[in-house]
């Protein structure tokens, strides 16, 4: 039920839930910090407000951490993945703000998922594959997006094809095939 209510809540905002990652740093600044461009504390933080505050500033991030605070950047996941974020915001318990030394970070924008196929392998037509640092397939999504000569891409779970998550652009749109391991999506023009 809590995950439901999160996915209505971040929809509403026009946001996209990432995941829970590593911070490090300053303890009471921004130097050293995973998202350090931007940072508040509040004694009623909630995932709407650290959004609001991020995009409000123009970060395409925002990461709520331990009860209060709210960090905003560009960037984020420079120290990997994180599996401790379970601390309630204090301006809504019913929302997790990240945790200690853990940020839950969000797009400030929404995502656009109309094509993405999960459990989908688009196998063929591969002009550049790369591995992914962070198990995200958002990551490979964006870098067919943001090549013109992208057409479709897949994502491959960590696991199957090395250690890391895999990411394939492709230059057509082949054919699609059932396969739990993979995510794939079309470049729509």
């Not at 991030?61 to 560009?74: H, I, L, P, T």
Request: net charge positive.
């Amino acid at each position: 039920m809590k995950r439901i209510i999160l996915f209505l809540l971040v929809a509403s905002l026009n946001a996209t839930y990432i995941g829970c990652f590593k911070d490090a740093g300053d303890p009471n600044g921004l130097k050293g910090r995973d998202l350090n461009k931007f940072f508040m504390r509040s004694s009623d933080m909630t995932i709407e407000k650290c959004i609001n505050a991020c995009k409000k500033r123009g970060f395409k991030y925002a990461g709520v951490q331990y009860y209060s605070w709210c960090f905003c950047d560009n960037n984020y996941g420079k120290y990997g993945p994180s599996n401790n974020c379970h601390t309630k915001c204090v301006g809504n318990n019913n929302q997790i703000c990240g945790g200690e030394w853990a940020n839950s970070i969000y797009s400030t924008t929404k995502s656009n998922t109309n094509n993405i196929e999960f459990n989908i392998d688009r196998p063929g037509s591969d002009y550049k594959s790369f591995d992914l640092k962070i198990n995200n397939f958002l990551l490979c999504k964006d870098a067919c997006e943001n090549d013109k000569k992208c057409k479709a891409w897949t994502y491959v779970k960590p696991g199957i094809q090395g250690p890391n998550a895999k990411c394939w652009l492709k230059n057509s749109i082949p054919t699609p095939y059932h396969n739990p391991n993979t995510i794939s999506g079309i470049q729509k023009d």
